[in-house]
């Protein structure tokens, strides 16, 4: 089939969207209604090339993928797509020939609101992998009316506004009305025993909701393959009361008939209260059921049958958030089809696998039993007898240790486990450094490991690296491609051949005039969208990521407070221009997150209260970061701060997009950094601060954060400051969180490791003005990158936890 069309045939086909779909000419669209119909004519062309791709995958009895999370933060669609078909530059030249620039369309866009950090990014990457290697996979989420929210900044405060993204979006989205599925909460559950043996489970006074799909097309980049991303709306199936509105009873009736559409409006509801955690819980049951009822259905549609579903099937749990699916696909193996219970668990674990992300609380999920078991009570049942079995397992491992066992249970103390779920439930664990893999074994699922220690292992986080690198970067992927060939864009160990060019003249001048270009063209994106002129001499020193304590924003500051100080005692001091450029979202119910984002942007309105100060250090905090101001900053940065607490970031991915566009990493040993020190060298990146073993002899022996005030005049300069705080506004409640808290100070040691911190900083910006030996070490930071591609990360999952195979591979 031939999935590339030429000019005339893309010409017509925008026509024809135009004319049948938005009752418009050429000559009479606007910029809007052009995006639309490209975007639809793409649409199309991947969904006929995703059927296709469907039958072959079908055709050779294919293992499928099925890649569960709550959220994918894919960005935009259309830029991407084009690339990865080879379509861009003919749509370029046909939208010229009618009148239209395609980089205008681009910008017509929303990005799509599904998802809010590392997690949702990642699984948007891996989808984009998994296409492109042609693997046979399927994400599941849920299709959010709203994202997590926009973030607008006044006076410095964050205030959460609504993030309305499918207006523009919902041209992606091809409905499956044909594929809806029934989901149940609440109510009664009988057990009726036939004479057979078998049992039918009843629902009375169950609240039933109705799971419509939305399907999304993945494309993958010089591949056959197309993924696809289905996503849930919920809908209640009950008929719109039309009783209570001839009475008049208006917003009962509408109350009613949207109770259940609150399922699928926003992204993370915030969970500080009951109600919130309820919806939080209901979110995550429908996700799980209606992608498990699907999974099946498709199953039995090629097959006929449950027999080879561990050979057909892999379900992946993309941290906790999508756990339920194990006590899902127990009920419909037991209630629909009749399997024994021992039966129905071989093939959950078979076919199940379970990624975790982090060692942080809110990571490893737990529900109050009691709410649990009022709203799913069949679900409950199933998790109950799970937690006996197990722990009759674990008598086997730890007899007479009920100490231990009763803190590897799935219930306990009133609480419902996720992560003891997801571990228990699951053939294949993972984290996603090699540190962040060890401290499970070590720590968090230190029993676990005891007793299934062939169920761990790693793998290593990776990133889309055409997105990333080709499409976000072209100037340095020109670069690449004059020098090493494009082979990596397909194969991106193939970077590694680029150290060959560190003592090239010619090159390294290329690639400085190449970041200079990035810095302007981002400095006038920032400056088009904000009015924020950046100076693109500075060095462009970011840190963009969700905000929170662990990832230490906050040590960022402090440092940049300093050297306010010292230039407000002497204006004149002799040192290079600095621009701070921060990005990051607060949790809407995270008061202190929040106060460390005014914190930077009071510091920012202060600076630029001194102009001769703002010629040497300027602050940037940029409202409302998302994908696509990514892909315009990240080429541009120079310096990358990954300065989390070791022990706890994962891995992180943003730190891998940094390296792989030549910005030089100042970090902790933490996550991803650990295997990025290991590949680039200590001498092309700058670490500091304590490791992850000094962090707990630290604690153990007694960690008192005002002794490294005592220690350090400068220290307690910047602390003391903070209550004289910036353009009138102190920040008090940040010095005694640093120094004596309400529970313990400091928690996560920023001026434990601020001395550190500092010293290497200075470092690193002596070293950025020999431009010649920075150059050349951005050159090795891009040549070590290839390791951190997703591709590289999909290819050990398919072999070490999925078997699956590739298209080609299915052929052979």
């Known amino acids: 089939m031939n999935f590339k069309p030429n000019a005339q045939q893309i010409k017509e086909n925008i026509k024809i969207k135009l004319s049948r779909s938005l009752g418009c000419t050429p000559a009479e669209a606007s910029r809007e209604q052009m995006y639309k119909a490209v975007a639809m004519t793409v649409r199309d062309l991947l969904t006929e090339k995703r059927v296709n791709f469907r039958n072959e995958t079908n055709r050779y009895g294919g293992k499928r993928v099925y890649y569960m999370c709550m959220e994918f933060l894919l960005g935009r669609s259309l830029k991407t797509s084009l690339c990865n078909l080879g379509l861009a530059e003919e749509y370029k030249s046909v939208l010229t020939e009618m009148g239209y620039e395609l980089e205008d369309l681009y910008e017509c866009e929303p990005d799509a609101g599904l998802g809010n950090g590392g997690l949702g990014r990642l699984a948007a990457c891996y989808m984009d992998s998994l296409a492109s290697l042609d693997y046979p996979a399927i994400g599941f989420s849920i299709c959010y009316e709203y994202g997590l929210f926009k973030q607008k900044i006044i006076d410095g ?49 169950a609240e039933v909701v109705e799971a419509v799909p939305y399907d999304m097309m993945i494309s993958g980049a010089e591949s056959s393959g197309v993924g696809q991303l289905r996503l849930w709306k919920a809908r209640d199936i009950v008929n719109f009361n039309m009783g209570l509105f001839t009475q008049g009873q208006y917003a009962k009736a509408v109350e009613e008939s949207t109770n259940a559409e609150i399922i699928s409006k926003v992204l993370y509801p915030s969970d500080n209260h009951y109600q919130g955690k309820l919806l939080r819980l209901t979110q995550q049951y429908f996700l799980v059921s209606a992608s498990v009822q699907s999974i099946i259905r498709d199953h039995m549609a090629v097959y006929g049958t449950l027999d080879n ?42 076919i199940t696998s379970y990624t975790n992300h982090t060692i942080m609380p809110e990571a490893l999920e737990t529900w109050n039993e009691d709410l649990f078991r009022l709203r799913l009570p069949r679900i409950y049942q199933i998790i109950h007898e799970i937690n006996e079995r197990f722990c009759r397992e674990a008598w086997e491992a730890f007899p007479g240790n009920w100490q231990r066992i009763s803190k590897m249970a799935v219930l306990g103390y ?61 100037r340095l992927a020109g670069l690449l491609d004059d020098t090493i060939g494009s082979g990596y864009r ?184 650990v295997e990025m020190l290991a590949a680039a060298g200590e001498e092309n990146m700058y670490i500091f601060g304590l490791t992850c073993s000094e962090v707990d002899d630290l604690w153990l022996h007694g960690y008192n ?72 070490k951005s050159l090795i930071n891009i040549a070590s990158s290839g390791f951190f591609a997703a591709d590289r990360s999909i290819g050990e999952y398919a072999d070490k936890i999925w078997g699956l195979k590739t298209l080609g591979q299915l052929k052979k």
Request: with cysteine.
């Open 309 to 350: 579903l561990p050979e057909k099937v892999a379900i992946h749990i993309n941290d906790t958030h999508p756990a339920l699916c194990i006590p899902e696909l127990m009920r419909i193996l037991i209630d629909e089809y009749f399997f024994t219970w021992e039966r129905a668990w071989d093939y959950v674990v078979k």
């Open 490 to 673: 397909k194969n991106p160990v193939e970077l590694a051949e680029f150290a060959k060019y560190a003592d090239d003249k010619t090159v390294l001048e290329e690639l400085r005039a190449i970041k200079n270009e990035n810095k302007k063209n981002f400095s006038n994106l920032l400056y088009k969208k904000t009015g924020i002129l950046l100076d693109s001499h500075s060095i462009f020193d970011v840190q963009v990521k969700r905000l929170h304590e662990y990832k230490r924003q906050l040590l960022n500051a402090l440092n940049i407070i300093g050297t306010y100080l010292d230039l407000k005692d002497n204006p004149d001091l002799d040192i290079y221009p600095q621009t701070y450029i921060f990005g990051a979202k607060a949790a809407s119910g995270y008061q202190l997150a929040k106060d460390i984002i005014r914190l930077i942007c009071y510091i920012s309105k202060d600076i630029e209260q001194n102009p001769r100060i703002r010629e040497k250090l300027r602050v940037v905090f940029l409202e409302d970061y998302n994908v696509s101001m990514a892909e315009a900053l990240i080429p541009s940065a120079e310096i990358s701060e990954q300065i989390s607490l070791a022990g706890k970031e994962a891995s992180g991915t943003g730190c891998m997009k940094f390296m792989m566009n030549g910005a030089m990493t100042i970090g902790t040993l933490d996550g991803a950094n």
């Open 414 to 474: 009133g609480q419902v486990r996720m992560a003891n779920l997801s571990v228990i439930g699951s053939h294949s664990i993972n984290g996603v450094s090699k540190l962040h893999s060890d401290i499970l074994t070590d720590t968090v699922f230190k029993d676990f490991y005891r007793m299934y220690p062939d169920r761990f292992l790693n793998v290593t986080n990776g990133i889309a690296h055409r997105r990333w690198l080709c499409y976000s970067n072209p």
């Open 157 to 205: 405060i964050q205030v959460e506004m609504p993030d309305v993204w499918l207006p523009g979006g919902e041209v992606w989205l091809v409905p499956r009305t044909d594929r809806t599925f029934n989901v149940r909460f609440g109510g009664k559950v009988r057990e009726y025993w036939r004479e057979d043996g078998r049992c039918d489970i009843v629902y009375e006074d």
């Open 705 to 776: 954060s005002a002794a490294y005030c005592v220690k350090s005049e400068k220290l307690t300069r910047i602390v003391n400051y903070l209550n004289t705080g910036f353009a009138g506004q102190s920040f008090s409640n940040i010095a005694t969180y640093l120094l004596s808290g309400h529970g313990i100070a400091d928690p996560y040691m920023c001026l434990a490791d601020f001395e550190s911190y500092n010293m290497t900083h200075d470092r690193a910006i002596r070293d950025y003005q020999d431009r010649d030996a920075w150059c050349r």
